[in-house]
Every structure is written in structure tokens, then in C-alpha cells.
């Protein structure tokens, strides 16, 4: 009941939530907040105590990575995400935060529930969560190994141009 549910950007859902949210009667427990820049997009994060996006595959819409997912770990939010697409490399099963089965309701609630009443396991996953990001998604980390790939594609191009 003291849960309130932050909605951040736009989609093409928007009006579908929010009459679901008046229908449901959540409209005091669900905000929708629209235009927000990246400054205070960081002061919502800073708010907020766990990150919820439980994404499904949809015909020609499925999350490629979630760098959504790593933003809200950088400020030690560990989340609860549905197992689809990248989502799995953004955010790790029990080590950053717990995946549910999409369209899974009773997982969806049961994992949410259990983050926020174990504050052991929470604290263990926001902090994971916020190493993770900080020590393997650095961007010189990451520019090292895109060069790496394309300085592998560029020698396997090479050779096959040989034969």
C-alpha cells in the first residue's frame, strides 16, 4: 500500500496505463512523469528504491541490451526484469537483480515483494549491481573491446578476401 510506482518517458502505451491505472483506482500510486532531463532524471533514480521493467518480447519489439537497466544499477538500484531479449546481459539473474517470466504476474509480484522485505539480499544485489556497472561497462573498457571485435572482423574479412 505505501508503494508508489514512478513511470518516466513516453511510449506508446501511455494512454493504456494511464486509463488502467484510473480503472484499477492506482492513480495515486502510479506517476507519470513526461519530459524529464537528464539531470533530473538522475534525482528520480536518487529517489527511487528499486528499478521495475519487467519487458516482454512483442512481434517486432524486443529489448536489445537495456542500458536503462545499468543506468539504475550506477545508482545501486538493483531491478526486477522480465527475462527477454539482451535484458539478460544488462542484468543478471540473482547476482544484479531478479529476472521474472514475461507476462508472469504472480512472479512479477513475488520478486518485487521479495527484494523489498530481504534487505540482506537487496543491499547484496545493489551493491553488485553498482560494481558491475562501474568496473565492466567503463567506456574505455568497452571502446577496448569494440576495437578488439572490429580488429578481429577486419583480419577474418582479410582472409577470406585471400582465398
Known amino acids: 500500500p505505501e ?10 502505451e501511455k494512454f493504456n496505463l494511464k486509463a488502467l491505472c484510473l480503472k484499477l483506482g492506482l ?4 506517476v507519470f512523469l513526461e519530459n524529464i532531463d537528464n539531470h533530473d532524471l538522475s534525482l528520480y533514480y536518487q529517489l527511487a528504491n528499486l ?15 537495456g542500458i536503462v537497466y545499468l543506468e539504475a ?6 531491478a526486477v526484469a522480465g ?10 539473474d540473482n547476482e544484479t537483480g531478479l529476472l521474472v517470466e514475461p507476462n508472469n504476474q504472480a512472479d512479477l509480484i513475488a520478486k518485487i515483494s521479495r527484494l523489498l522485505s530481504d534487505q540482506i539480499l537487496y543491499e ?32 577474418t574479412y582479410g582472409q577470406r578476401q585471400k582465398t
Open 73 to 78: 544499477a550506477l545508482f545501486g538500484l538493483p
Open 27 to 30: 492513480k495515486n500510486k502510479v
Open 124 to 155: 547484496k544485489l545493489a551493491i553488485q549491481a553498482k560494481t558491475r556497472v562501474e568496473q565492466d561497462f567503463k567506456w574505455g573498457k568497452q571502446a577496448h573491446k569494440l576495437a578488439d571485435r572490429i580488429h578481429n572482423i577486419c583480419i
Open 3 to 12: 508503494l508508489v510506482y514512478m513511470i518516466i518517458g513516453e511510449g506508446p
Open 51 to 65: 528499478f521495475v521493467m519487467p519487458s516482454v518480447n512483442l512481434a517486432g519489439d524486443v529489448e536489445g541490451f
Open 83 to 92: 527475462k527477454s531479449g539482451g535484458v539478460m546481459e544488462a542484468v543478471i
